[in-house]
């Protein structure tokens, strides 16, 4: 892709998270990560040279690949999608600076276990299946206060930072907003418990993902679009 259009849509990006995190306070910090799971491994080098750091992939095959070309750039890199158990290893030896997906306590045992035996520690997030999908991962609402602190509890490898959830699938933005508010309600609740990061929002609805109190967007196809 053509640099000037990357630019052009970044700009525009950070331009609605600017505007959408104004409405919500000057000291709410909203931080952008680029998802490019649609895209190819040189327009994510482009966002890089455009000042972008923080990318996010969804699959670990994928984020192995891409941070392995690109690690003479110190690009932060999330790991935004499910992880299968036979995948744990393979997520831990490319030290993703935020796994978002954790989304059970078998999943968070079964790290845990790993992490322990390479003496090493991961940052997550919960994931919240706000809208109570079934082709969603993630703990109900109900559960994810508990869980969060059954985590903290039995994983001392894990250093669970906050939650993350994808809003409602409908077009209804009452609903879709309505999601992002149970995540928001749980997420105020586990301040106490040491959580700073709330993420939710992609382009189809970031701005209002801010606006309901997410600081971290993941995003991906408004920033390829041509
Ligand atoms: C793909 C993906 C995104 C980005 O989606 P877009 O709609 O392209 O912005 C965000 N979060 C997760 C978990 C994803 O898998």
């Known amino acids: 892709m053509n640099k000037e259009i990357?630019?052009?849509?970044?700009?525009?990006?950070i331009w609605n998270i600017e505007k959408a995190r104004l409405e919500v306070?000057?000291?709410?910090?909203?931080?952008?990560?680029?998802?490019?799971?649609?895209?190819?491994?040189?327009?994510?080098?482009?966002?890089?040279?455009?000042?972008?750091?923080?990318f996010g992939e969804n699959q670990v095959q994928q984020l192995e690949a891409r941070s392995k070309e690109l690690e003479e750039l110190p690009i932060e890199w999330h790991m935004i999608?499910?992880?299968?158990?036979?995948?744990?290893?393979?997520l831990l030896d490319i030290r993703p600076s935020l796994f978002q997906a954790l989304d059970s306590i078998e999943l968070a045992l079964a790290l845990e276990d790993r992490l322990s035996n390479k003496n090493q520690t991961l940052d997550c997030l919960l994931q919240i299946n706000s809208a109570a999908e079934d082709t969603k991962s993630g703990v109900s609402p109900q559960m994810a206060i508990d869980t969060y602190q059954e985590i903290i509890q039995k994983c001392p490898h894990i250093s669970l930072k906050g939650v993350?959830?994808?809003?409602?699938?409908?077009?209804?933005?009452?609903?879709?907003?309505?999601?992002?508010?149970?995540?928001?309600k749980i997420f105020d609740t586990l301040q106490t418990n040491g959580a700073t990061i709330c993420s939710m929002g992609m382009s189809g609805d970031y701005e209002l993902a801010i606006k309901c109190g997410s600081n971290l967007v993941r995003v991906g196809s408004s920033l390829f679009e041509k």
């Open 6 to 13: 990357l630019r052009a849509n970044l700009d525009k990006v």
């Open 25 to 54: 306070s000057d000291h709410h910090i909203v931080k952008l990560v680029a998802v490019g799971k649609y895209t190819s491994v040189e327009n994510i080098a482009t966002l890089y040279s455009l000042g972008q750091r923080a």
């Open 81 to 90: 999608g499910t992880l299968q158990k036979n995948k744990i290893n393979k």
């Open 164 to 184: 993350m959830s994808i809003g409602a699938h409908t077009d209804d933005l009452q609903i879709v907003q309505q999601s992002f508010e149970t995540t928001r």
